[in-house]
């Protein structure tokens, strides 16, 4: 599996951090995920208050807070599982409003913690990838080489199997005979048969052996700037976020407290919340 390419601290171009705080604006961007204004109420409580950012291609924002500070919540609203109770979610310039249309739907991807999630276990990988290929009729008759559409749904599930760093034979075993970090592989392999903009990953490692952590996240991060995907990483593990993202965002009671590039956040975080969960870690390199 190719290592991705290392990154610097902060992105090229990367904005100065905005303005902590409910009524922050995500600004305009050069094309890419923006959440503007976002609420999200249950019962008429608001779990997600006013969040505003963006996410350019190729970069990826690490989302972190602790249980119950709406992370997961925003992540469904991004992907439109949830709608929100103000404020809009546009994807390169264009508003995904209530009711998405199948391209918007394609066009946003989330990566689930738990792979099964995703995953039918009555059926093999080569039989997920195809059915989803199929009915979203991501493949075409006039395949290269004259393939016909079978075939050439056989050969794309190999691909993407390929793109994660499995081999082809795995078309062909059941979910369960998978490892952990195999399966949630296979999961973002058929998030990517659809062909996103935008990738949601939801604690994509947090059930996973440390040791099969980094071999996900490289995958990630590699196929997100690789792809140009608008990538949101959510994660409590700072160390994960340190690893891999361009910039860090922090969430408490639904409100944003901090949008920083990860270069500065981890060496001077800007609120005292974000200042109490880095020191409740391990030492991380390069602070």
Request: positive net charge; contains cysteine; proline residues 8%.
């Amino acid at each position: 599996m190719t290592e991705p390419t290392a990154r610097p601290d902060g992105y090229p171009g990367s904005p100065p951090a905005r303005p902590a705080g409910p009524g922050a604006s995500a600004g305009p961007t050069l094309g890419g995920l923006e959440v503007v204004e976002a609420s999200v109420a249950f019962a008429g409580h608001r779990v997600v208050d006013r969040v505003s950012l963006a996410i350019r291609p190729g970069t990826i924002l690490g989302l972190v807070g602790e249980s119950g500070s709406g992370k997961t919540t925003l992540a469904r609203a991004i992907v439109g599982s949830v709608a929100l109770a103000g404020g809009s979610i546009r994807l390169d310039g264009s508003d995904l409003g209530r009711r998405r249309s199948s391209a918007e739907r394609r066009a946003v991807q989330l990566v689930q913690q738990d792979p099964f999630a995703s995953l039918n276990p009555l059926l093999t990988v080569g039989q997920v990838l195809d059915d989803l290929l199929r009915e979203e009729r991501l493949t075409s008759p006039t395949e290269p080489g004259g393939r016909r559409p079978r075939l050439a749904r056989q050969q794309r599930a190999a691909d993407l199997l390929a793109l994660v760093g499995l081999p082809s034979d795995a078309l062909g075993r059941y979910p369960r005979e998978f490892s952990g970090g195999q399966r949630q592989l296979i999961a973002i392999a058929r998030a990517l048969a659809v062909q996103p903009r935008v990738l949601v990953a939801d604690e994509p490692t947090s059930s996973l052996d440390v040791s099969v952590q980094r071999t996900v996240l490289d995958v990630i991060a590699g196929l997100g700037r690789g792809m140009q995907l608008a990538t949101l990483l959510i994660s409590h593990d700072l160390s994960v976020v340190h690893a891999v993202c361009d910039e860090v965002a922090v969430m408490r009671d639904g409100v944003l407290l901090e949008l920083a590039p990860a270069g500065r956040f981890f060496r001077h975080p800007g609120h005292p919340y974000s200042r109490a969960l880095l020191e409740a870690v391990p030492r991380l390199p390069g602070r």
